[in-house]
């Protein structure tokens, strides 16, 4: 199975910070943030260096990717994928699509997200062909994002209403990236209410519960707070020493 990660976007709330930083490359310990879910990847067994690739869509600050990605890491092929016109997500999985023609479902998730082996391996093994990763996220979280499931399908991948939310982890099979077609007032073409469409369409969509949503995207309570909390809890999980004020 094939992987992709959406590491385009600018960071936008990360201040100056994000003018010479890619916010996937925020520094945690010696390793840059999105290179402990690689590693996680790796682990869940998802992947089988050798024979699959793991994509990066690229853009802002993508040279710091390539310099430190490479093109493979544990044997497991690299590639890049520019997206030199940031539309969204929906965007990115279509340029995906047409760029990488799969023909099997792909592991994709956004790479200011961490993402644990066993939401990968959960996704993999999913008897869906298109799966998301829900879990509980701070009550000021972006509405828009809140899932609303019925067993075990989802039912409104967009602007729910239950205390579950999209954490940016998921399963598409090529049809689902290539249909990333409708596109917002404001120019983007967003992959949740692209999805949306596709559920209303008949796409049967299932999910995989997770305990807890770590993302440096977050700005609640306020932004400083949020990437404080997930580089502790990330420090915490991989045996870091804490860092103290």
């Known amino acids: 199975m094939n992987a992709l990660c959406l590491a385009a976007g600018k960071g936008t709330r990360f201040g100056r910070l994000g003018s010479y930083l890619q916010k996937a490359m925020y520094p945690i310990g010696l390793r840059p943030f999105l290179d402990f879910s690689v590693l996680q990847l790796l682990d869940s067994g998802a992947v089988r260096p050798g024979r699959d690739t793991l994509t990066f869509v690229v853009g802002h600050h993508g040279e710091q990717l390539r310099a430190y990605f490479g093109g493979e890491v544990d044997g497991l092929a690299v590639r890049y994928l520019e997206q030199a016109d940031p539309r969204g997500t929906g965007h990115a999985l279509a340029l995906a699509a047409e760029a990488l023609a799969p023909e099997a479902p792909m592991l994709i998730w956004l790479a200011d997200g961490y993402v644990p082996a066993t939401w990968f ?123 103290h004020a």
């Not at 701070?138 to 509405?143: A, G, K, M, R, S």
């Not at 809140?146 to 239950?162: K, L, M, N, P, Y």
């Not at 099979?173 to 008949?202: F, H, K, Y």
């Not at 400083?224 to 809890?233: F, G, L, M, S």
């Open 121 to 243: 391996a959960a996704l993999a093994r999913h008897p869906a062909e298109a799966a998301m990763v829900l879990a509980p996220g701070h009550p000021d979280e972006n509405p828009t994002v809140r899932v609303d499931v019925e067993g075990g399908r989802v039912t409104r991948a967009f602007q729910g209403t239950s205390d579950r939310f999209d954490v940016g982890a998921w399963k598409l099979p090529p049809a689902a990236l290539a249909g990333m077609t409708d596109v917002a007032a404001n120019g983007e073409v967003r992959m949740l209410p692209n999805l949306q469409r596709m559920i209303d369409e008949g796409l049967e969509v299932g999910w995989h519960a997770a305990d807890e949503w770590l993302h440096l995207g977050g700005t609640a309570p306020t932004p400083e707070a949020n990437v404080a909390r997930v580089e502790a809890r990330i420090r915490a999980l991989h045996g870091l020493p804490a860092v």
